[in-house]
């Protein structure tokens, strides 16, 4: 397995911008598929993006539009850039590098949309 660490996570106004970063611990080019995910306080973990080992990505309604994943090879790291954020996007975002059935999970990094 992959071990992955995120970053990138804090306090931001609402309309502001954050990017994660998620950095693995060996290349993931063309083997893993990668993704994001989010976790609310009482809510379970739910799928924000994906991006795959052809390079197509998927979004989740709620962030389409405001959010992009994309992936750095020489740095072996994932990026999720959001933008216009809102309070409802508070929450821990997880990476998540997907092969074969097996899923490497990071630690998460808390985002926190408030004025």
């Known amino acids: 397995q992959v071990q992955l660490v995120e970053s990138g996570g804090g306090l931001v106004q609402p309309g502001g911008s954050l990017r994660l970063s998620c950095a693995a611990s060996?290349?993931?080019?063309?083997?893993?598929?990668m993704g994001w995910y989010r976790q609310a306080p009482g809510k379970q973990r739910e799928l924000v993006a994906t991006?795959?080992?052809?390079?197509?990505?998927n979004y989740a309604d709620f962030v389409k539009g405001r959010f992009t994943i994309s992936r750095d090879n020489g740095k072996n790291t994932v990026y999720l850039q959001m933008n216009s954020l809102k309070p409802e996007d508070t929450a821990v975002y997880y990476c998540?590098?997907?092969?074969?059935?097996?899923?490497?999970w990071g630690q998460g990094t808390q985002v926190t949309v408030s004025s």
């Open positions: 991006l795959s080992t052809s390079g197509s990505t």
């Open positions: 998540n590098a997907y092969l074969n059935g097996l899923s490497s």
């Open positions: 060996r290349s993931m080019y063309r083997v893993y598929n």
